[in-house]
């Protein structure tokens, strides 16, 4: 069974950062993308950003640019580094891996399409 377990939220301000990092037991193969997840109080869970075993990267656009995820492949680890935060980027963060079929596989955008996930982290943002 896999366990995936998220570190690295907080309270900050507008304009800093943060650096979210989650570790995953259990071994992944190379069809095996890693991604990040955001929900917010009365919002749906929105895909934040994802990264294949190739490490092609996919962003939500209102993060490009700001957000940075990468992966370790030989520690089954992902992290998310986020820059120039905003009050808009408040939710609880959650970490999530599945396989897609290939190490180059596009990941599904859809949280239904991912099966395993961490607890969440949350991150709050003050203007």
């Known amino acids: 069974q896999v366990q995936l377990v998220e570190s690295g939220g907080g309270l900050v301000q507008a304009g800093d950062s943060l650096r979210l990092s989650c570790a995953a037991s259990g071994r992944a193969d190379s069809a095996t993308a890693m991604g990040w997840f955001r929900q917010a109080p009365g919002k749906d869970r929105e895909f934040v950003a994802a990264?294949?075993?190739?490490?092609?990267?996919y962003y939500r656009d209102s993060v490009k640019g700001r957000f940075t995820i990468s992966r370790d492949n030989a520690k089954n680890t992902v992290d998310l580094q986020m820059n120039n935060l905003n009050v808009e980027d408040t939710a609880v963060y959650y970490c999530?891996?599945?396989?897609?079929?290939?190490?180059?596989?596009?990941?599904?955008?859809?949280?239904?399409?991912?099966?395993?996930w961490g607890q969440g982290t949350q991150v709050t943002v003050s203007a």
């Open positions: 990264i294949n075993w190739a490490a092609t990267t």
């Open positions: 999530a891996m599945n396989r897609f079929g290939s190490m180059r596989a596009t990941p599904s955008r859809d949280s239904k399409a991912w099966r395993y």
